[in-house]
């Protein structure tokens, strides 16, 4: 089994800066792709940020240029730095890891329980 922790979610100014993590642990062979997912109230859970295991990114349009995905693979850990968040930007963020837990496991996704993030003066 992996575990997901995430932490620093909460509430932030609009033009702020707010800071996730989201560490990894139990029985992991190896992590592939790590990265966000968010749920906004009444919509979709839609991607954010990932990041491969060889450093290549992935972002949404919408944050392109203010979040920043990163990941410390020593740690199996994930970051998202979010700069300049907007109000459109409160959702439920949840962690994902696309890993897996022996060499001759399939990859399978976990998800991390989800830290709000709430964008308001």
């Known amino acids: 089994q992996v575990q997901l922790v995430e932490s620093g979610g909460g509430l932030v100014q609009p033009g702020g800066s707010l800071r996730l993590s989201c560490a990894a642990s139990?029985?992991?062979?190896?992590?592939?792709?790590m990265g966000w997912y968010r749920q906004a109230p009444g919509k979709q859970r839609e991607l954010v940020a990932v990041?491969?295991?060889?450093?290549?990114?992935n972002y949404a349009d919408s944050v392109k240029g203010r979040f920043t995905v990163s990941r410390d693979n020593a740690k199996n850990t994930v970051y998202l730095q979010m700069n300049s968040p907007k109000s459109e930007d409160t959702a439920v963020y949840y962690c994902?890891?696309?890993?897996?837990?022996?060499?001759?496991?399939?990859?399978?996704?976990?998800w991390g329980q989800g830290t709000q993030v709430t964008v308001s003066s």
């Open positions: 994902n890891v696309a890993g897996r837990t022996s060499w001759i496991s399939q990859v399978r996704d976990y």
């Open positions: 990041i491969s295991s060889g450093g290549i990114t």
């Open positions: 139990g029985s992991i062979f190896s992590i592939n792709v």
